[in-house]
C-alpha cells in the first residue's frame, strides 16, 4: 500500500543553520506531494506541494523536490528561524488520471526546535 | 471564509460515554474528511464524504463510530461507548473535489484546529 517514512525527530537547530528533513514515499500510482506544518495549538497548514516529477515546491523560504528516482521529497531551507518551530508532516495523494478521493497519507511527523 | 470549524475544541469524557463531534467545513467545500491524530503520529484517515455521501471508510472505523454530513454541509463524528484508546485529536479537513487530474487545487486539503477527546 501508498506510504510515507520521514526521518525522525526532534530535529534541534541554532537559527540561521540550515534544515534538512528527509521524507521517502511508497505509491503505485502518480502522487501529489506535500508537506504540511502544525504549530503549537493550531490546524495543520499546507506548506508546499509538487504535483509531478522534478517538480520543486517552494514557500516561505522552504523547498522541495519531486524525486521520483528516489521517491523522495526532502524539506529544505537555507536559513531556520525560531518562528519556524514546529511539526512538519510529508504527505501523498495518489491520484489515478480522472479519478481521485484526495486522501491524503501522512508521515509520522517531525518536531523542528529551533533556539536562538 | 472562515476556515473549517470544528466543535468542541477539548472533550473529556468517561470511558463508555458516548461523544459527538462537529466539523463545519468552508462552504464551498463539496470533499470533507475525518482524521484521527495520537501524539507522535501523523493524522490517520478514517472516512471522507463527498456532498452527503460517504464514500470511504477505513478499517479503523470501527462500528462505534459513525459520521454523517446530512446536508452536505456541516458533518458529526460521534463515537460510542468510548474507549482509553480512542483518545486522540480528531481532525476535520475539507476540499474543492472534483474529478480534474493529476494536480489539481482540489486536492489541497483544509484543516480544522482539531477536537481534542480524552477518555479517561
Known amino acids: 500500500g501508498n506510504s510515507v517514512t520521514q526521518m525522525e525527530g526532534p530535529v534541534t537547530l541554532s537559527e540561521e543553520a540550515f534544515l534538512t528533513i528527509n521524507c521517502t514515499y511508497t505509491?503505485?500510482?502518480?502522487?501529489?506531494l506535500f508537506w504540511y506544518v502544525q504549530y503549537p495549538g493550531e490546524g495543520l497548514q499546507l506548506l508546499l506541494k509538487?504535483?509531478?516529477?522534478?517538480d520543486k515546491g517552494s514557500n516561505k523560504g522552504f523547498e522541495a523536490t519531486y524525486r521520483k528516482e528516489t521517491t523522495s521529497f526532502h524539506l529544505e531551507k537555507g536559513s531556520v528561524q525560531v518562528s519556524d518551530s514546529a511539526v512538519y508532516f510529508c504527505?501523498?495523494?495518489?491520484?489515478?488520471?480522472?479519478?481521485?478521493?484526495?486522501?491524503?497519507?501522512f508521515g509520522q511527523g517531525t518536531t523542528l526546535q529551533v533556539k536562538p | 471564509d472562515t476556515g473549517v470549524s470544528q466543535d468542541p475544541r477539548h472533550k473529556i469524557t468517561k470511558r463508555g460515554q458516548n461523544v459527538t463531534f462537529r466539523c463545519d467545513p468552508i462552504s464551498e467545500h463539496n470533499r470533507l474528511y475525518w482524521y484521527r491524530q495520537t501524539l507522535g503520529q501523523g493524522p490517520e484517515f478514517l472516512t471522507y464524504?463527498?456532498?452527503?455521501?460517504?464514500?470511504?471508510k477505513s478499517r479503523l472505523l470501527s462500528d462505534r463510530f459513525s459520521a454523517e454530513r446530512p446536508k452536505g454541509s456541516f458533518s458529526t463524528l460521534e463515537i460510542q461507548r468510548t474507549e482509553q484508546g480512542d483518545s486522540a485529536m480528531y481532525l476535520c479537513?475539507?476540499?474543492?473535489?472534483?474529478?480534474?487530474?493529476?494536480?489539481?487545487?482540489?486536492?489541497?486539503?483544509?484543516f480544522g484546529a482539531g477536537s481534542r477527546l480524552t477518555v479517561l
Open positions: 479537513a475539507s476540499t474543492r473535489g472534483s474529478s480534474g487530474g493529476a494536480g489539481s487545487g482540489a486536492n489541497v486539503l483544509t
Open positions: 509538487a504535483t509531478k516529477a522534478d
Open positions: 505509491a503505485t500510482g502518480y502522487p501529489s
Open positions: 464524504f463527498q456532498n452527503e455521501a460517504q464514500l470511504e
Open positions: 504527505a501523498l495523494v495518489e491520484e489515478h488520471g480522472s479519478s481521485n478521493t484526495g486522501k491524503l497519507i
